[in-house]
């Protein structure tokens, strides 16, 4: 008996959905708000982590050009 990873996903956002739905109705509308916020806050620390990991990059090419 194989177990089918499309089942698996489908299964945990039918549970997901139904938490956040659940969670909405127990908060409101400002429950959207909050969750509008944290994506935009882990898109912002996302890309600053990434521009941080290219200047770091850079310095190290920087740092061996000059020994």
Request: charged share 20%; aromatic share 10%; net charge positive.
């Amino acid at each position: 008996m194989a177990i089918d990873p499309v089942q698996i996903t489908e299964m945990f956002l039918t549970n997901l959905q139904s938490t956040f739905e659940s969670l909405s109705y127990l908060v409101g509308g400002v429950f959207g708000v909050y969750v509008i916020m944290g994506v935009m806050s882990w898109w912002k620390n996302r890309q600053l982590m990434l521009v941080l990991t290219d200047i770091k990059s850079e310095l190290v090419k920087l740092n061996k050009k000059r020994k």
